[in-house]
């Protein structure tokens, strides 16, 4: 098998990853040129390379673009480079808390149908148990001075229980708004990195185009020559 020695690392790689310098943007052409001051534009490199600058170009980008790198971005980063799909990674649930547990079966009853009527058949049950079965041996006689009891602690205990709810549900806002964040600063960075693939061939065509013309020029000024010359040699 053909290869080269890069002229950025010095090291030996395949002909078929040989990349010229000409045709690299120079956006990543300045960070490669930042790290290896003797790589010109006349040298060659190999596509692993490109590739390891393109990400740390695209690193450059994030960090100023939106300052010091979180953990949402370096996962992000991360799944670029390994050419992972980032939904499999955010689609794996983290294990929650008992607190939340919790927190999510509560606001679940709580917030249902079964929890109204559930609580509806029992206040009926006590009204008619009280009022009408016991009759004067009720424990709770008319007006219910137990029973308004018990609806005051359930009434003081709905807010920290509608607070908790909301809580959660603010969490998992906030989890689903990171998720879909990440998703399209993933999906925005692969765009960049697609436009500059594209260009980059784009570029390298132009290049071979150039190439074969400049043959093509040189074969069609040897076959005149040469037709000059026949045509003299007859004369």
Not at 33 to 59: D, M, S, V
Not at 67 to 85: H, I, P, Q, R, Y
Not at 178 to 195: A, G, Q
Not at 196 to 224: A, G, R, S, W
């Amino acid at each position: 098998m053909d290869t080269f020695i890069s002229d950025l690392s010095r090291k030996e790689f395949p002909v078929s990853e040989k990349i010229s310098a000409k045709t690299i943007q120079s956006p990543v052409l300045s960070v490669m040129q930042a790290q290896h001051p003797q790589f010109k534009a006349g040298g060659y490199c190999a596509l692993t390379e490109l590739n390891i600058y393109r990400q740390k170009y695209i690193a450059g980008y994030l960090a100023k673009e939106v300052g010091e790198l979180s953990v949402l971005e370096a996962t992000v980063l991360e799944a670029l480079k390994n050419k992972d799909t980032l939904t499999d990674k955010l689609n794996e649930d983290e294990p929650l808390t008992t607190g939340q547990k919790m927190a999510d079966r509560i606001a679940a009853f709580g917030g249902s149908w079964k929890f109204i009527i559930t609580f509806f058949m029992f206040l009926a049950g006590w009204i008619v148990l009280n009022a009408f079965w016991f009759q004067n041996r009720s424990f709770d006689p008319y007006p219910f001075i137990l029973l308004n009891l018990i609806l005051s602690c359930v009434a003081a205990l709905q807010a920290p229980l509608i607070m908790m709810s909301q809580n959660r549900q603010e969490e998992k806002d906030r989890e689903r708004s990171k998720k879909d964040y990440m998703i399209n600063l993933k999906s925005e960075l692969e765009i960049r990195v697609l436009h500059e693939k594209i260009d980059h061939l784009m570029i390298h065509q132009q290049h071979e185009l150039i190439q074969i013309q400049k043959v093509q020029i040189e074969m069609m000024q040897d076959i005149m020559e040469r037709v000059g010359s026949n045509g003299a040699m007859k004369a």
